[in-house]
């Protein structure tokens, strides 16, 4: 008789801190995965966490942002990537003023500020970013 295995689904969560038609991107360490690339402050739902937990958590651990949790707006979960394994919850914050930005210099090493049409361009984001940017539709 065979095994059953239960693959668990990752729940990864991700912000398009927004202002003025622009969000942020961050650069990631070579050394991390997906290294030297870009893409949103994003990170990995932690055990018994709630998704808008989580993502409050990774703005303020990789940007330096405080966010409440009633600035987050739902953007979608979406399956990314070949595997259906990992399922990808996406916010917005829109905000009035660019805050300051304060890297945690272990895990990503620039940032930027850029339009939809801008990233869409970029030949070095995260492999899924295009496909997220359509899925919310950022751009068409």
Known sequence: MGRAYHCRVVRIVGCFLEHDRR???L???PRQAFGDTWGLPAGTVERDERDDE???RELKEETGFSASGSSLEHLGTFPLGDDGQT???TYRVRLRHAPPVTLHDVEHVDYRWVTPEEC???AD???TFR?????VRYVT
């Open 125 to 127: 984001t995260i492999p």
């Open 27 to 29: 650069r990631r360490h």
């Open 87 to 89: 399922s990808f919850v």
């Open 54 to 56: 989580a993502m409050l």
């Open 23 to 25: 969000f942020l991107i």
């Open 120 to 122: 869409d361009a970029m």
């Open 131 to 135: 496909q997220l940017l359509r899925l």
